[in-house]
């Protein structure tokens, strides 16, 4: 059974940071492109968040620039998010998806491109 796993969400302070990961069981993540999104409640879902096959093309959203980080470990068959610099508008519920393919920016952080998606792991920036 193909399946996501997110991990690493938590309670961080404004400024603070924590690093996400995305397991993947049932199937190789070598031949799928990953991204990262996340919903707020009340929001939809948006794309944060995505890394190639390679892992030589990187996309993100503008209001995470400069602040987060994603990386492969085919190898460990996970992706991970770091994310920096947290604020309170980052809290919400984070899901990684996979993508049999690379996608090009405007698909990457669509969530119709995505074809299997994890449970999510919940994020809440907060004093």
């Known amino acids: 059974q193909l399946q996501l796993v997110e991990s690493g969400g938590g309670l961080v302070q404004p400024g603070g940071s924590l690093r996400l990961s995305c397991a993947a069981s049932g199937f190789t993540l070598d031949y799928y492109a990953i991204g990262w999104f996340r919903q707020a409640p009340g929001k939809e879902r948006e794309g944060v968040s995505y890394i190639s096959l390679s892992g030589r093309s990187t996309h993100y959203e503008d209001s995470v620039k400069d602040r987060f980080t994603i990386s492969r470990d085919n190898v460990k068959n996970t992706v991970y998010l770091q994310m920096n610099s947290l604020k309170p508008e980052d809290t919400a519920a984070y899901y990684c998806?996979?993508?049999?393919?690379?996608?090009?920016?405007?698909?990457?952080?669509?969530?119709?491109?995505?074809?299997?998606w994890g449970q999510g792991t919940q994020v809440t920036v907060s004093s």
């Open positions: 998806a996979a993508s049999q393919g690379d996608l090009d920016y405007y698909a990457s952080l669509a969530t119709y491109a995505y074809n299997y």
